[in-house]
């Protein structure tokens, strides 16, 4: 099993700073790496597949990279609606997510 | 606009089986892939498997035992089952459709890149006597 580690778990962070998440997996998985957004109360949305596209509709400050076993995504400048807790998957195989890292704004 | 709508009781005792319908409205389900995701409260998200629209599955290893999924293409419907539920099941039940891309080499088309979307809003299945 590729097992996908999310860092950090949680983050605190002012409205206008760049955020970084990273995603490693256990093994290479090329560039089939997701990651969704899951705001309280509703169901993840779809931000970016293949590590660095991004899906129609998503704000340009959400962006995403790498390859191989490590992966990144980065909001440019915090917004409050970004308040949420985002998720990384790997669909080099089975499908399954990272643990999650829980964004708070300041 | 696809929309995906889940299904089913929200209560069921432990040692029976869960059983959840996803009703997907305003596209088509052939030539995709369907999903089952559960997300115990307050933990993340864990993929159950996916069933291809001709009836073909794959199961996550760790809940394969007690999993099965079906598809019911006249009525835009797939179903999943897990049997011998406990508490540990308990939580909230996602449905999605898996978009992909495929490429051909040589004479043969694999799949691509793969991404959940839509999801249904989900529904909370709780396992308590």
């Known amino acids: 099993d590729i097992q996908m580690t999310q860092s950090p778990s949680s983050l605190s962070a002012s409205v206008g700073d760049r955020v970084t998440i990273t995603c490693r997996a256990s093994q290479n998985i090329n560039s089939h790496l997701n990651w969704y957004q899951q705001r309280p109360g509703k169901a993840p949305k779809v931000l970016i597949n293949v590590a660095s596209s991004l899906q129609s509709g998503v704000p340009s400050r959400f962006s995403g990279s790498g390859s191989g076993t490590e992966f990144t995504l980065t909001i440019s400048s915090l917004q409050p609606e970004d308040s949420a807790t985002y998720y990384c998957?790997?669909?080099?195989?089975?499908?399954?997510f990272g643990q999650g890292t829980r964004l708070e704004i300041k | 606009q696809v929309q995906l709508q889940e299904s089913g009781p929200g209560l069921v005792k432990p040692s029976e089986t869960l059983s959840l319908t996803c009703t997907v409205s305003g596209g088509p389900i052939s030539d995709f892939y369907w999903s089952w995701i559960r997300q115990p409260p307050g933990k993340g998200l864990e993929w159950i498997g996916h069933i291809y629209y001709n009836g073909s599955t794959n199961y996550n290893p760790s809940l394969k035992s007690r999993v099965s999924m079906s598809v019911d293409t006249s009525k835009k419907q797939f179903s999943l089952k897990l049997n011998s539920v406990t508490a540990a099941d308990t939580a909230v039940y996602y449905c999605?459709?898996?978009?992909?891309?495929?490429?051909?080499?040589?004479?043969?088309?694999?799949?691509?890149?793969?991404?959940?979307?839509?999801w249904g809003h989900g529904t909370l299945v709780t396992v308590s006597s």
């Open positions: 998957q790997q669909t080099f195989s089975t499908l399954n």
């Open positions: 999605a459709r898996i978009n992909f891309t495929r490429y051909c080499y040589g004479g043969t088309c694999y799949i691509g890149a793969r991404w959940f979307d839509p």
